[in-house]
Structures are given as structure tokens and as C-alpha cells.
């Protein structure tokens, strides 16, 4: 078992988790693909990150690059997981709502092999209560209090509709929940020290749209630019 | 008609434009209760941001804020829709993969109120080919092409595995797509012109993971802290 650095929480920006999550999904890839040694360079490439960025984002665990033949990939996988507290514990993981979209989270297995499980399911709806989705049980949400107590529930994901999330989080958080990721369309108010990711879906079409008009403006203009400099000459 | 303020696209961080995001979906919901204005006060309340970060990004649209009453919701939405340019277009969409995901994403109504519209879907199964989700046809991703040109679709859904990503992206570029959504736990390469938004949700799951731990140190470190200190007394 390697050692691992130990790594000051509050030296790292919400940019850089971001990266980190990435390195450590394309290293498992890596892993997987029985490859044992990365270059920065062909982190970047992999990740989409510059190669720079990825030589100073790993420049920590610089002990394990090697000049020429990069990272071993098991170690420095490693150190990765260390930060996201992978190896020191499992996260249990309850969803609330299982309609469309949270049936398909719950379905998604992706995020079991990063040590996320779910182990509940709540929904208001008596035709969903009592039975499973993905072979996790369904309760009733009134019994939402008790099972995140009772089973240790890590990590609540909310998957209800917009006018359910805010008394949704609060029952979670009276819960005891330590963290939360939310997916319905509307910002959760919780105490200061939970954390709330929020995943909004039709804002990243927004956005999307925004950086589409950014970028057909922006060539318009230099084609523009290069219109009136061949004119002049 | 209100007339819109000229908005310079370079001049807008992508942190703003995410707030905006949020503002825009805050300032529909107002509207729909039937609520004439709103204060940078109690737009930062239902929003998660700060007051003083709402006031300075809405300042360019000062001149509807008025002290005392606040913003006229219908003219200030009508300023931030502009920017993501709704009003000037509906944005024609289609999505690649209709697994578990791809099938939540179609089924959520959400994104048409911002313009949005499914027009297409693709699938590699012979069985869904033919068929039809929430009344969206699903073609061969075979005909990707033709049809992505055919009905003028700007935007294009990545909802397949990671293997597939790449080459859905790459095909989707060949057939003239303005941007991409990448749902996929891979990310993508096309051409610089090309805008891009990934979400990737185990991402999201191992952030908050992250999220948690840092808090919970902090927590600790200042329990230690106040412990120390009366035992100093």
C-alpha cells in the first residue's frame, strides 16, 4: 500500500477538484487498459487539459513522475483517490424522486466504481413506495428521516421537481445528511457547512447557447477583419 | 417591444454567464407567480448569490432598477434572454443515444420554455431505430448526418457510452452541428469553432465528496480549536 501525501484541504480551488476528477477517471481508464506509466503530455491530451496545467496540478505528487517516462499510473492514481477520500470510506448514497431522470441516475453505474452506492430510494408516489428501482428499495419520502438515519446515508441526490426541492434538502439535512447533490431546478437553501453540488440541466443548454453566439460572433468579426484588410490592399 | 441592450459577448466571464443562467430561470419563475418587480436582495436570496454579485452583474441593465421598488421583472428578463438569444431563435436539437439517460433528458420538458426543441433522436439498436421517444423520432445514427443537416439542427446531445463519444462528436461536427452537450464520461475533441459543455455526473458525485471532507475538516480543526482555547483559560 502506497503512502499518501497528505494534502491540505484548503489549499485547492474548485477549478482544480474539478481537473483532479478528471485525471482520476481517465487514470482508472488507464488502469483498466493495463497501461502503467503517463506523460503529462499524454494526460492533457487525453483530459483536454493543457500539458502545463497538468505538470503543476501534479506537481505535488511530482515523486512519481519520472523525466521520460512520466507517471506510474498506480501509484500516482493513488494520491488521486486520497484527495476525493476513496479507500478511507464507501459513500452511501439515497436518491429522492425516481421518476424519469432519477431512475436513469440510479440505473447509471458509473459512479460505483468511485465508491458512490446507493442504497434508498424515496417517492412520494404510492404506486413507486415499496417497490424497487435497480433493485434499491423504494420508501415513502415520510420515512425519508428515518432511513438516512438508520442506514448512514452519506450523500443525498435530489430528483424531484422544482417546488418539492427546498423542503426536500431541509428533511435531508434535519436527516443528518452530510452532503448533497442536487438536480432539481431550483438552488436549495441548507446550514453553511453541507455541501450542495447542483447539477441544472436546461441551464447548461443556456450556456451552450450563450458560448454558440460568442463564438459565430467572434467569426464573423475576423472574417470581417480579413474581408476589409484584403479590400485595402 | 422593449428595446435590448447591446451586450459585448468578449466582455462576459463563464462564471457570469452562469449566474445569468440562474437569474433568468428565477426571474421566469417570478413571472409566472404574477410578481411585477423584484429587489438584487431577494433575487440573491432565491438565487444562492450575493447581493452585492447581483447588483454588479445586473448593472448594465441599471436603468430598470429603480431604489426602493427594485428590478421590473418582465423588462429585466426580457435583457437576459437576450443574451442567450432567445427571442432571436428557437434552437433545433438532437440527441445521440437513448439509453437510460438519453430518454431522461428527452422526457424533460424544461428546456423548451428557454427555446429549446428535440427534433431528433439516434440510436445504434436496431430495436429503437423506427420507434419514437416522448413522440421524437429515433433513426440509425447512420443517417446522423443527412438528418442533422437536413432539419438544420444547431444543437447536439451526447448521451452515449464513453467508447462511442468521440466519434458521435466527430461525426456531429462533419454534419455541420453548431455545439455540443456532452452527457458522456469521455470528453471530446472537435474543432476550436465548436462550443462544448460536458456534464459528467460521477464528477459531480466525487466533488461532493471532496466538498464534504472539507468541510468536515474544517469543522473539526475549529472544534479543536475552541477545545484548546477553553482549556487555556
Known amino acids: 500500500m502506497p503512502t499518501v501525501t497528505k494534502y491540505g484541504f484548503e489549499d485547492i480551488s474548485k477549478a482544480t477538484i474539478a481537473r483532479m476528477a478528471t485525471y482520476l477517471r481517465c487514470l482508472t481508464y488507464l488502469e483498466q487498459q493495463g497501461t502503467m506509466t503517463v506523460s503529462s503530455r499524454e494526460l492533457a491530451s487525453l483530459t483536454g487539459v493543457s500539458p502545463e496545467q497538468v505538470r503543476q496540478d501534479l506537481s505535488v505528487f511530482g515523486r512519481f513522475g519520472k523525466r521520460g517516462t512520466g507517471y506510474d499510473i498506480i501509484r500516482l492514481k493513488t494520491e488521486v483517490e486520497a484527495i476525493f477520500g476513496r479507500g478511507i470510506e464507501q459513500w452511501k448514497c439515497c436518491i429522492v424522486g425516481v421518476g ?134
Not at 170 to 183: P, Q, S, V, Y
Not at 210 to 232: K, L, M, V
Open 100 to 233: 424519469s431522470l432519477g431512475s436513469s441516475l440510479v440505473a447509471s453505474h458509473m459512479i460505483q466504481k468511485w465508491g458512490f452506492k446507493y442504497v434508498a430510494a424515496f417517492d412520494s408516489d404510492p404506486q413507486k413506495i415499496g417497490t424497487r428501482v435497480e433493485r434499491i428499495p423504494v420508501y415513502s419520502v415520510d420515512d425519508l428521516k428515518a432511513v438516512v438515519r438508520r442506514e448512514h446515508i452519506a450523500i443525498g441526490v435530489i430528483a424531484v421537481p422544482a417546488s418539492s426541492a427546498r423542503a426536500v434538502a431541509k428533511t435531508l439535512c434535519d436527516a443528518g445528511i452530510r452532503g448533497i447533490l442536487n438536480f432539481a431546478p431550483q438552488s436549495v437553501k441548507v446550514p453553511e457547512k453541507i455541501p450542495v453540488v447542483s447539477v441544472d440541466i436546461s441551464q447548461e443548454f443556456l450556456k451552450l447557447s450563450f458560448y454558440i453566439q460568442s463564438a459565430e460572433q467572434r467569426a464573423r468579426e475576423e472574417q470581417s477583419q480579413i474581408e476589409a484588410a484584403s479590400r485595402s490592399e
